[in-house]
């Protein structure tokens, strides 16, 4: 018993005590440190209660110092329990020379120390009261410390040295690329390389298109060329598709066999032989595929984050955004909210886990009222365009100049059809189109018929 730990809470008494008195002593740190930190990330009590004080003040842009805290916290009801002797102690102990900044940064640290206790205490009850299933346990877990992960971690000021030191290091890296024209992910479409020299980390590329046009398909050969050739990990949410059927056209666009063949078995031996040779080569990629029954956004973060740590993300690919929902509590969000909430989120995941993330989207009925010369797609025609189009690094736009009634009879053809892409917006670089043969039966865009 004598070697058993004691326990104790994470804090730092020097550190709140050396930032107050730096408050109290030059009204003029208030500006910085009284929005970077909170009442909450005091562990001591009248500290606590002193920087309460003291933001209040701060909040209204009131002078701060001696007198006027003690007034504040005698409308709080506080200065009792704490007393002037205090506040002139903490003035009195501050020494001569003292970095204040470092100890906030102490402070902080300390505060997310105890979150982080406490936040595992309580999965320990979860656990140890056996009340709460296994999958539940793990998500809420994983939520919960990356909620608090999330909400401390700081960008600090970069000196411009250091930031073109980095950018020379990049293009260093990307001279090695030379020829290929590549410093991305290869998308496996030369034309959409020039344009955005593969798709970057931490970019949300949106691809949107009319229904029946190829969006799937797109993404499909987007995923198969990034695991086949370039051995790279997809992960892969069909919201809109069973991993049945995303499977057999997986096997179709691979093996270039008409998609209704492989649905009915009506195959010949040869076709059949290609279809095997297409499954051997899938098998051995690394694409994992997840058929979204709940469409989650948060089980999307969950599951990519999980695949990151392992080492087993290169790119996330969603199809499509408007299918995906928020967490519970979150249902009585306009759409234009929802979706708004839903693309920054996929934003802010490409940024964190440092991986591109193509988002399928559906175009809005507008661009169906225009006239055929008029059907060309644009930013507007996005459905909830005005968050997609802010958050979104690239929006690439599928279209074909056909009626309606083509489209109804091209469907299932073999008939190659040319397919208009446009880089409609491209932060990092030009804007422009180029055309694609698409062969709907095997669900294969080609650069050439």
């Not at 501050?94 to 105890?114: C, G, M, N």
């Not at 370039?230 to 997986?250: G, I, N, P, T, Y």
């Not at 209704?260 to 031996?269: A, D, E, L, V």
């Not at 009626?403 to 446009?422: A, Y």
């Given at each position: ?23 109290l002593i030059d009204n003029r740190l208030a500006l910085e440190y009284c929005s970077r930190l909170d009442a909450q990330d005091f562990y001591v009590q009248e500290n606590k209660k002193i920087f309460t004080a003291i933001q209040n003040l701060y909040l209204i842009h009131a002078k701060i110092d001696y007198l006027s805290v003690i007034e ?136 949107a298109a009319r229904p029946g046009i190829g969006k799937s398909a797109f993404a499909l050969n987007v995923a198969v060329n990034a695991c086949l050739e370039l051995k790279a990990h997809v992960a892969f949410f069909s919201l809109e598709m069973s991993v049945d059927q995303l499977v057999m056209r997986l096997l179709s666009s691979k093996a ?194």
């Amino acid at each position: 018993m004598e070697n058993q730990k004691i326990k104790k809470i994470p804090y730092s008494a020097e550190a709140e005590n050396f930032v107050l008195g730096s408050l109290l002593i030059d009204n003029r740190l208030a500006l910085e440190y009284c929005s970077r930190l909170d009442a909450q990330d005091f562990y001591v009590q009248e500290n606590k209660k002193i920087f309460t004080a003291i933001q209040n003040l701060y909040l209204i842009h009131a002078k701060i110092d001696y007198l006027s805290v003690i007034e504040e916290l005698k409308r709080l009801n506080d200065f009792d329990r704490i007393g002037k002797n205090y506040l002139i102690d903490l003035m009195d102990i501050l020494p001569s020379h003292v970095v204040a900044e470092s100890y906030v940064d102490v402070i902080l640290q300390k505060s997310l120390e105890r979150e982080l206790y406490f936040a595992v205490s309580d999965i320990s009850d979860d656990i140890l009261a056996g009340q709460t299933e296994f999958e539940a346990l793990l998500e809420n877990t994983e939520k919960t410390v990356f909620q608090i992960v999330n909400k401390r971690r700081t960008t600090p000021f970069m000196k411009i040295d250091e930031a073109t030191e980095k950018v020379m290091h990049i293009i260093e890296e990307n001279k090695k690329t030379e020829g290929k024209g590549v410093i991305g992910l290869d998308t496996g479409f030369k034309k959409l390389n020039e344009y955005t020299l593969g798709f970057q980390k931490g970019e949300l590329i949106i691809l949107a298109a009319r229904p029946g046009i190829g969006k799937s398909a797109f993404a499909l050969n987007v995923a198969v060329n990034a695991c086949l050739e370039l051995k790279a990990h997809v992960a892969f949410f069909s919201l809109e598709m069973s991993v049945d059927q995303l499977v057999m056209r997986l096997l179709s666009s691979k093996a270039n066999v008409p998609l209704q063949k492989i649905r009915s078995g009506n195959m010949t031996p040869t076709e059949m032989t290609k279809v095997l040779a297409a499954k051997a080569k899938l098998d051995d990629s690394n694409l994992y595929i997840d058929e979204g029954i709940s469409g989650n956004l948060e089980d999307v973060k969950v599951k990519c984050r999980k695949l990151r740590r392992e080492g087993k993300l290169d790119i996330i690919i969603i199809d499509y955004l408007q299918l995906l929902s928020l967490a519970a509590g979150q249902d009585k969000l306009s759409t234009y909210e929802r979706v708004t909430k839903l693309s920054r989120g996929l934003k802010m995941l490409a940024r964190e886990l440092n991986v591109p993330v193509l988002a399928l989207s559906q175009l809005s009925r507008a661009i169906e009222k225009r006239s055929e010369d008029e059907q060309t797609p644009m930013l507007s025609d996005l459905r909830e365009s005005g968050s997609i189009e802010q958050d979104a690094d690239i929006v690439i736009f599928l279209h074909r100049r056909t009626t309606k009634k083509e489209e109804t009879e091209q469907k299932t053809s073999n008939r190659s059809r040319k397919t208009e892409v446009f880089i409609s917006k491209n932060r990092q670089g030009e804007v422009g189109s180029f055309e694609l043969i698409f062969r709907g039966d095997c669900s294969v865009f080609n650069e050439t018929e």
